[in-house]
């Protein structure tokens, strides 16, 4: 048993909150799950390609499209991560830091897809 509650406390997420919203429903937070697994990588090449152009403003509206689902599914400190980003983008100055951002948002979003994707294969 120890072996396991190590396992759940090493992923990027847990589904606590979506289970309690949904009053218990797996087909619920599956659903939810496979939506979040379907858009986020169209969001991570629209927010690479806002950033090649330097359309910060883009690179802001996706972050903030992101942090209700990151939020939901209780991605500890990657909450904060997602609102440095979308702060960043407000000032509308291509700052060093932004791309650093940018690199983390994209390689934490795939991991979590894995994960997501091992934990539910059917996703």
């Known amino acids: 048993m120890q072996n396991d509650q190590s396992q ?31 858009q986020i990588p169209g969001m991570l090449k629209d927010m690479h390609l806002a950033y090649e152009e330097k359309r910060l403003t883009e690179i802001k509206d996706i972050a903030h499209k992101m942090k209700p ?27 060093p830091q932004l791309a650093l951002l940018i690199k983390e948002v994209q ?11 091992t934990d539910y294969p059917e996703i």
């Open 8 to 38: 759940v406390k090493s992923k990027l997420y847990n589904i606590d909150l979506i289970l309690d919203l949904s009053g218990g429903d797996m087909q619920f937070v599956r659903a939810m799950l496979q939506m979040f697994a379907a």
């Open 107 to 117: 390689t934490t979003l795939e991991k979590l897809l894995l994960e997501i994707k």
């Open 69 to 95: 689902t990151i939020d939901s599914l209780n991605m500890g400190s990657f909450k904060q991560t997602i609102r440095d980003l979308e702060s960043l983008c407000k000032t509308g100055i291509d700052q």
